[in-house]
């Protein structure tokens, strides 16, 4: 069994300002991870995933995210916000068993001027 | 090279209705999974398909079915619609799927059902 939890579900920024958006996982499996990201009305984007190499992974638009497998954490972070990141963001665990993918409930990102 | 199609974009049903709805996956790609969105439960899984074989299912009722083709395109079935149907749809093709590591599924627009 595998589960992700996504400790916030609302987080908001001043433009400029680091983002922190936090998750932590559950996975019988050695796990795949991944964060996608939904602007309104549009589908999911890949950001970032983690498969087994690089603890630290680099993804698109600066965000990166740091695998942590003492803590079971998968946070996400970009060191400058923009208001074009202001979106929802999941984080998504896949354990290589029947469960397929697994998704954390979101977190909604909001860019203050 | 072309995304994930998914057709169609929108659907309005009536309760007690049927419906299908289809997936393209990128070319090459020969797994296909399906994912329901909803505001109350959020992303769920419903079943991954790989080489015309239902890999993996979700804790979905019989009600929802789907299969896959030689050409890998996929398609999804509900019976018997209930309003608790009603949600975003999405389809997921990745190069690798099945059992093992997964290198990142890439998502279509989605199929958005309205059951009324």
């Known amino acids: 069994a595998q589960s992700v939890t996504q400790l916030d579900s609302h987080v908001s920024v001043s433009e400029g300002t680091p983002v922190l958006l936090r998750c932590n996982y559950s996975?019988?499996?050695?796990?795949?991870l991944f964060w996608y990201v939904q602007h309104p009305n549009k589908g999911l984007q890949l950001l970032l995933k983690?498969?087994?190499?690089?603890?630290l992974v680099k993804g698109i638009n600066g965000f990166e995210a740091e695998f942590k497998k003492s803590e079971t954490s998968f946070h996400l972070t970009k060191p400058s916000a923009h208001m074009s990141d202001a979106a929802e963001y999941f984080c998504?665990?896949?354990?290589?068993?029947?469960?397929?993918?697994?998704f954390g409930k979101g977190t909604h990102l909001i860019i203050q001027p | 090279k072309a995304g994930v199609t998914q057709t169609p974009r929108y659907l309005i049903k009536t309760r007690g209705q049927q419906v299908t709805l289809s997936c393209s996956p990128i070319?090459?790609?020969?797994?296909v999974s399906w994912y329901q969105q909803t505001p109350g439960q959020g992303l769920q899984f419903l079943f991954e398909?790989?080489?015309?074989?239902?890999?993996n299912k979700g804790n979905f009722p019989g009600r929802f079915s789907g299969r896959q083709f030689s050409n890998s395109r996929s398609e999804m079935n509900v019976s018997t619609l209930e309003l608790g149907d009603s949600a975003l749809y999405l389809c997921?093709?990745?190069?690798?799927?099945?059992?093992?590591?997964?290198?990142?599924?890439?998502f279509g627009s989605g199929t958005r059902l309205t059951v009324v």
């Open positions: 997921a093709s990745s190069l690798k799927g099945g059992s093992g590591v997964n290198y990142g599924y890439t």
């Open positions: 996975s019988s499996y050695s796990p795949s």
């Open positions: 983690y498969t087994s190499a690089a603890t």
């Open positions: 998504v665990v896949s354990g290589g068993g029947a469960d397929g993918l697994t």
């Open positions: 070319s090459g790609h020969r797994s």
């Open positions: 398909y790989f080489s015309e074989t239902q890999r």
